[in-house]
């Protein structure tokens, strides 16, 4: 039987308990989030110095192949004809990686803990909470490398960039909301963690990351319109590349609908979690 006894519902009441929980253990949140990061560096001389290296390395790459030596153009650029398709293409990517990173981190971590998941204290919560916080930092780290480029080849820095974190609030909790829910599966059925990645791979496809939204078919602007990964890619392009700020009306749809599947996966959650360890 497993040692988990947690009798935590989905009232009101127990899901304030559970972020009253999580708050109190904020420093083992930023212990774990910490130990994930320095771990995908442990074996290079250079240590968490990549997580700002390496996306400048990227984004230098993307410039350098898809803009000057493919000559790919979609955005126009003040004072110059030209578009850095390599800008738009790693900009597009920093809010779909943190999200794929998180689902294939999420849908194991339960498996992959087992040893906290067998222990009576240890909140449970917390795992798939970590593996979505580290996938949005080492996100984020990419727009500080990001910024730098954009400087460099086009001598501006616009100011709605600094209001990035305003977006990444609302994308913690959709992203989380999504991994609770993928944590329970990889738990109870080990092989949809095959299944995921043939969704994620058509999620890069359908999401206007490698082509610009307003190239669509009509008859497939829903493609567009009704997926949440695509109104993250634009916001960050709004504010990162083009100075501009999101449409108001899908930064409310979207917070909402954020909001509501982090609370319905928190609470799906809990109701299940005083299971895992006899699944394990």
């Known amino acids: 039987m497993s040692t988990n006894t947690s009798s935590v519902k989905g009232s009101p009441g127990a899901i304030s308990g559970t972020l009253i929980t999580l708050y109190k253990r904020r420093w083992l949140i ?34 350098l192949v898809f803009s000057e030596m493919l000559g790919l153009r979609f955005r126009e650029v003040t004072g110059d004809s030209s578009i850095n398709f390599g800008l738009f293409l790693y900009c597009g990517l920093l809010p779909f990686l943190a999200w794929a990173q998180a689902m294939n981190q999420g849908v194991n971590v339960i498996r992959r803990n087992r040893g906290l998941v067998e222990s009576v204290i240890f909140p449970l919560e ?78 890069f496809f359908i999401t206007p990351i490698i082509w610009p939204p307003e190239r669509i078919p009509e008859n497939f602007r829903f493609l567009v319109d009704y997926n949440p990964l695509a109104f993250l890619v634009e916001a960050y392009r709004n504010l990162i590349l083009d ?21 319905v996966g928190l609470i799906a959650f809990n109701r299940v979690k005083h299971n895992f360890a006899d699944m394990l």
């Open 30 to 63: 930023k212990y774990l989030v910490q130990r994930q990061l320095a771990s995908s560096y442990r074996s290079s001389y250079l240590g968490l110095v990549w997580t700002f290296l390496s996306p400048l390395i990227m984004v230098a790459l993307f410039t």
């Open 126 to 203: 917390i795992l798939p909470l970590t593996s979505v916080v580290t996938a949005l930092i080492q996100s984020f780290l990419g727009v500080p490398a990001l910024m730098l480029v954009l400087v460099v080849l086009e001598q501006r820095l616009e100011w709605t960039a600094f209001l990035l974190p305003l977006v990444m609030v609302p994308q913690l909790l959709f992203t989380l909301g999504i991994s609770y829910f993928m944590a329970i599966a990889g738990t109870y059925v080990p092989d949809i963690s095959e299944t995921l990645r043939g969704v994620v791979r058509a999620m």
């Open 243 to 263: 100075g501009k700020l999101p449409d108001y009306m899908a930064v409310v749809y979207f917070s909402l609908v954020a909001l509501a599947l982090f609370v």
